[in-house]
């Protein structure tokens, strides 16, 4: 494969696009509400009345309004259908040009919702064909590896990824061209790239979505990443809860080793490199990095004291690079449309857009992707469309088991990183939940708790016993059967649990109780006052 | 050879093997180690094979991984122990998954469970004494746009409301009987 | 080799480039507890008790883990590390069932004596402790769930020195055990060679020597330290 060859592709998979597309989505949220017979609906629908010719059915990734599943839309005229039948395939299929069929349900494309949304990591997502490579060549893929391997050094492609000031997407928002840098300078005889796409924050699906939807961009983010520290091996860490992400990931892969675009001597360079795929087994823990090796390398997935960092010493003992999936899912189009054009998008300090998967209580629910910095009224109230059955909005979380619960005073902050710490949240991989007035935030707390309990590796004192203790006077609280001194001891674990556990999931473990002490305290000291005196335990 | 394969050997009468050579599903899983050419580093994606064919993976299975991998007895169970996923018991013929992530409980998940667990009469993590269904939980699967989200044997549901749950769960326990 | 200038606690003290703080700390006498460090097997950072102050960071290191450097500033002493590590032994003694006066180990147990050392003399939390069948197949040892701290010394110890790995973890967070094997009794367990290494490397007195009475366990570490140093130096000091 050389450039013309891409190009090539590109141009046939162009000129052989039909006049009128039906995309209709066949990610795992339509897919659950019976997107596949829809599919092969619309495919018989438009083979019986002759149409093959003139109209492309074509199976894509999530187009966002998860929750109005499945979703099915018309170009260019825009149509989209919601909550589609395979019934209703004939319907969809007799409109075609014309108005929207009948009798059938739609939704305004420009609607906030997707007016407000700027498609950069997601911007083939819910058009191009995921289960095809053509598909994503057609929208200039593989155009980045190739400028990078021809074009560019190593270095610059480093310094690129700097000027973008690109940040972590999988929580901790660490400069990603700091990490590539110490990655390319440490020396090594071997060097590993790593896909994190453990997503475990159980309230996300953002990576899911993109992996299902454009598989492809991942790759080639991972074949720069490579290229750019000079590792000729990758792994993709998936959770076994993936199975879709994980066939589509297969039949990438092989696809681009068949182009020649992954595998030996790419775009005819001395330049190598082969992606591996790892399944998780069901364990949170596995996110963090150190942990995430640990189980690459077939092991038990505890974590392990850093430094050194992956950076140093990492899989194997190698330099290792480990990235989450959204970030490498950025560097084609900074690699494509430059640095600059990158950083111009977000705030000061937190650059490009984010991913959001938008749950809970909120009208719509799905996938989102905004600029950093917008507020976060704009997302709730807009975007999302506020809390149905007239209850108002009470508090929003984000960051999962590791962030915190903004109450709906605050929320005129934008959403960067910065501005979700001050308000002792974290921005995390792009869980948002939204809760409502019938929300306990008592029980909210109490069931991050528990799901810390049950995931805490079990490794380091205070995470596997103090995670229990937090847990059982949470319990305890929310029985109403708490004292003061309950809530006291439930502080001072807090500060022992935050400021001694060996690794991210313990140091981040009280994050919801205090963040949920800090704005809804009222709610705690609520319950020890209702504590029914006689219905004491012992001390 | 391992001393505790040779212990099982001597414990089988003189014409059986270790494994058996009849049971195809060995010959499959002995294919998968060797695409990753028994290193010990498979170690995960083996034991997923393994309970792919098996169903779950008892002693002897795990026995015979860590034999072919070269590992030692107790890492192999300390990892099979480990991870969510691998089941050391047989589940039941009918599974359902009950979604605990978030957004599925701030939409009331936690009741959904609480209903079947009544009417199955068995906690989240039990299989129902006749072995026809086990009940378990998911820390999300991933499908939060349609939550609560029920896996109902592998077929993912949306919005589930208590009764329909009940209602499946109802109908598996009563075919059995 | 080179050689490193640190201060710990306010005095100058000198290591190898390789060496951790620990074992600085300890060639210049300056004491820190440690519970899941044993000399001579890899360290796991587990127990968090050794955690000291490094100038210049916001979070604690485990001494045993971490490598020296030139010009660090070590504080192993500060209210807050020793609250840390009251709470940390708590919390210890709240997971499982550590009565001392029953105990085989009663005097001769590392988690006693940091209690001790570090006045915690009563816990606050809820006991979660289960009890635990005690496992007295093997001929020679015994081994006691109920006062194991999930150190993991012993398993350290029987993978790295004696080559055996007989011992691992099973299941994670509060359900974690020590397991000989694919979980059997431990008198079944084949690769066990009895040695007996994994008894001299517990900290407390869940591993024991059978016919051992209350307050008679007494390990000798300094066997432990002879096969390493006879290992890895090939120097046989008795
Ligand atoms: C308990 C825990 C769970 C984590 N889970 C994830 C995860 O699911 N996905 C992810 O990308 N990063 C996760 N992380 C963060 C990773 O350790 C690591 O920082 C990240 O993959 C680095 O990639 P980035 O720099 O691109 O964000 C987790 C961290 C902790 C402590
Ligand atoms: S903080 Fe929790 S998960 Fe992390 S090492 Fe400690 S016990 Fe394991
Ligand atoms: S048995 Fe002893 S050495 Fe082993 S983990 Fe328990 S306390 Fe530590
Ligand atoms: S899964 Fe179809 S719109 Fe998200
Ligand atoms: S001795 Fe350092 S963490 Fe246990």
Request: proline share 5%; net charge neutral; charged share 25%.
């Amino acid at each position: 494969m050389v450039l013309n060859d891409l190009l090539e592709i590109k141009e046939r998979e162009r000129k052989a696009r039909k006049g009128t597309v039906l995309r209709c989505c066949v990610a795992a949220g339509c897919l659950s509400a019976n997107s596949q017979a829809v599919k092969d609906g619309l495919d018989k629908a438009v083979k019986e009345k002759g149409l093959e010719g003139q109209v492309e059915v074509r199976g894509v990734g999530c187009m966002g309004l998860c929750c109005q599943g499945p979703l099915v839309q018309e170009d260019p005229a825009e149509t989209l259908y919601v909550k589609v039948n395979p019934e209703d395939a004939p319907a969809i299929v007799d409109a075609l040009g014309k108005n929207p069929a009948p009798g059938l349900p739609t939704t305004d494309p420009h609607a906030p919702f997707f007016k407000k949304q700027m498609p950069v990591v997601l911007e083939n997502c819910g058009r191009i064909d995921p289960e095809r490579i053509e598909s994503y060549i057609a929208e200039d893929g593989y155009l980045a590896l190739h400028d990078v391997i021809l074009e560019m050094t190593p270095k610059e492609v480093v310094e690129n990824v700097v000027k973008s000031g690109l940040r972590g997407r999988g929580g901790a928002g660490y400069p990603t061209g700091l990490k590539w840098a110490t990655v390319a300078k440490t020396v090594g005889e071997r060097k590993f790239v790593i896909c994190n796409a453990d997503e475990g924050d159980p309230g996300a699906f953002m990576d899911r979505s993109v992996l299902e939807s454009d598989p492809h961009r991942v790759l080639e983010g991972m074949a720069v990443a490579a290229y750019a520290v000079g590792a000729s091996q990758g792994y993709i860490y998936v959770r076994a809860e993936y199975p879709l992400a994980i066939s589509r990931l297969q039949a990438a892969i092989r696809q681009a080793k068949q182009y020649g675009l992954l595998g030996g001597g790419i775009f005819e360079s001395p330049f190598n490199f082969n992606v591996e795929i790892r399944i998780g087994a069901g364990a949170f823990v596995c996110g963090e990095e150190t942990a995430l090796m640990s189980s690459v390398e077939g092991k038990r997935g505890s974590p392990r004291p850093r430094p050194p960092f992956p950076a140093e010493s990492g899989l194997w003992g190698n330099p290792t690079l480990i990235n989450n999936v959204e970030t490498y899912a950025n560097v084609p189009v900074i690699i494509r449309k430059g640095a600059e054009w990158f950083s111009a998008i977000g705030t000061e300090k937190s650059k490009g857009t984010k991913v959001f998967a938008l749950a809970g209580k909120i009208r719509n629910t799905g996938l989102i992707e905004v600029p950093m910095g917008v507020p976060l009224r704009e997302i709730v109230e807009e975007m999302g469309g506020g809390v149905p059955d007239g209850s108002e909005v009470k508090a929003v979380q984000t960051g999962g088991p590791s962030g915190g619960c903004i109450p709906a005073a605050a929320l005129d902050i934008p959403v960067d990183y910065e501005s979700l710490a001050k308000v002792g949240s974290i921005m995390g991989s792009g869980g948002m939940i939204v809760m409502d007035e019938d929300t306990n935030m008592v029980d909210v707390a109490r069931f991050f708790m528990e799901f810390c309990m049950d995931e805490s590796c079990g490794k380091c004192v205070p995470c596997r016993t103090g995670t229990v203790q937090m847990h059982q006077l949470l319990d305890k609280i929310i029985q109403k059967r708490g004292a003061a001194e309950d809530l006291e001891r439930l502080e001072e674990l807090c500060d022992v649990v935050k400021n001694t556990s060996l690794c991210g999931l313990g140091q981040t473990a009280p994050n919801p109780v205090l963040s949920t002490l800090r704005f809804f305290r009222h709610e705690y000291l609520e319950l020890l006052k209702q504590r029914e005196t006689g219905a004491q335990p012992p001390a | 050879m391992h001393p505790y394969v040779a212990k099982i050997k001597k414990k089988m009468p003189a014409a059986a093997q270790f494994p058996p050579s009849g049971d195809k599903r060995y010959k499959i899983l002995e294919t998968a180690m060797k695409r990753h050419q028994h290193k010990p580093d498979a170690l995960i994606e083996v034991l997923h094979t393994a309970q792919e064919l098996f169903g779950y993976l008892e002693n002897d299975l795990l026995l015979y991984v860590a034999h072919c991998l070269k590992l030692p007895p107790s890492r192999v169970f300390g990892v099979a122990t480990f991870y969510h996923f691998f089941n050391l018991k047989p589940k039941g013929k009918h599974t359902c998954v009950i979604c605990m992530g978030t957004a599925c409980y701030v939409k009331g998940a936690d009741k959904l469970l609480a209903s079947i667990e009544q009417v199955a009469g068995i906690k989240a993590g039990e299989t129902t004494a006749d072995g026809e269904v086990s009940l378990l939980t998911a820390r999300c699967i991933g499908a939060c746009g349609i939550a609560p989200a029920v896996v109902f044997d592998n077929a993912v549901t949306a919005r589930v409301l208590p009764a329909t749950a009940v209602e499946r769960v109802k109908g598996w326990m009563q075919h059995g009987s | 080799m080179a050689a490193k200038t640190l201060t710990i606690d306010g005095r100058l003290v000198g290591a190898h480039e390789n060496q951790t703080v620990l074992e600085a700390a300890s060639e210049a006498g300056i004491k820190i507890p440690t519970l899941c460090h044993l000399d001579g097997i890899a360290d796991a950072g587990a127990c968090r008790l050794c955690l000291v102050e490094v100038a210049g960071s916001p979070r604690l290191h485990p001494a045993c883990v971490l490598k020296v450097a030139e010009g660090m500033e070590i504080k192993t002493q500060s209210e807050r590390l020793r609250k840390y590590r009251r709470l940390l032994l708590e919390l210890l003694f709240a997971e499982r069932n550590h009565v001392c006066a029953v105990c085989v180990a009663n005097g001769h147990c590392e988690l006693q004596d940091l209690a001790m050392d570090l006045g915690m003399d009563h816990v606050r939390y809820q006991y979660r402790f289960q009890p635990f069948a005690v496992d007295v197949t093997h001929r020679l040892f015994g081994l006691d769930h109920n006062r194991c701290v999930l150190c993991t010394r012993c398993v350290r110890v029987c993978s790295e020195v004696e080559g055996a790995h007989t011992w691992d973890m099973e299941g994670r967070g509060a359900k974690a055990r020590v397991i000989t094997d694919l979980k059997q009794p431990w008198g079944e367990a084949d690769s066990c060679t009895s040695c007996g290494k994994c008894v001299h490397g517990c900290p407390t007195g869940a591993l024991f020597f059978q016919g051992s009475t209350v307050g008679e366990m007494e390990r000798d570490r300094t066997r432990l330290e002879f096969i390493v140093t006879a290992r890895e130096k090939k120097q046989w000091i008795a």
